[in-house]
């Protein structure tokens, strides 16, 4: 299946579709998921269209991780979590919903639950504050 530039995450990156910022580079983006698992779950994509991570480009992988572990020890300073889970779907049968590539932050704590994958939308008012406590640990 070839790259599908209208997907929601190259709409963002695009400018088309809002986010909560949560960092942002010349080569990545990350943002605050509107259907978070935890409190303060981030996606880090990168700029480059690219499908999944075995479509993207060693510069794109190489910078797309380096985003992944910024964002990582600014959410471990920002909101202490027990644990921090990175994630990250190649293709349907993975469980990789959205076309392209992107990687989970998610922040986890001792017997908390995480919320179900896609299931409840949070407004961006609500996310915003997470947002900045993370951004202020960059």
């Known amino acids: 299946m070839p ?4 997907n929601i995450f190259a709409r963002i990156l695009r400018g088309e579709i809002p986010c909560v910022k949560v960092y942002e580079d010349a080569k990545t983006l990350a ?3 509107v259907m978070p698992e935890s409190e303060g779950h981030v996606l880090v994509v990168p700029k480059e269209d690219a499908q999944d991570i075995l479509d993207l480009s060693a510069d794109g992988l ?3 991780m380096a ?3 910024k964002v990582a020890r600014a959410v471990d300073k920002a909101l202490a979590p027990d644990g921090i889970q990175l ?3 190649t293709r349907a049968a993975a469980g990789q ?3 392209h590539v ?3 932050v998610l922040p986890l704590w001792e017997g908390a639950h995480l919320a179900p994958h896609g299931k409840v939308m949070v407004e961006a008012a609500k996310l915003e504050p997470i947002a900045a406590n993370i951004r202020s640990a960059l």
């Open 3 to 6: 790259y599908d530039p209208n």
């Open 31 to 33: 943002f605050m998921d």
């Open 62 to 64: 190489s910078a797309m």
């Open 67 to 69: 985003t992944v572990q």
């Open 87 to 89: 994630r990250q779907y």
């Open 97 to 99: 919903t959205v076309f």
């Open 102 to 104: 992107h990687f989970h």
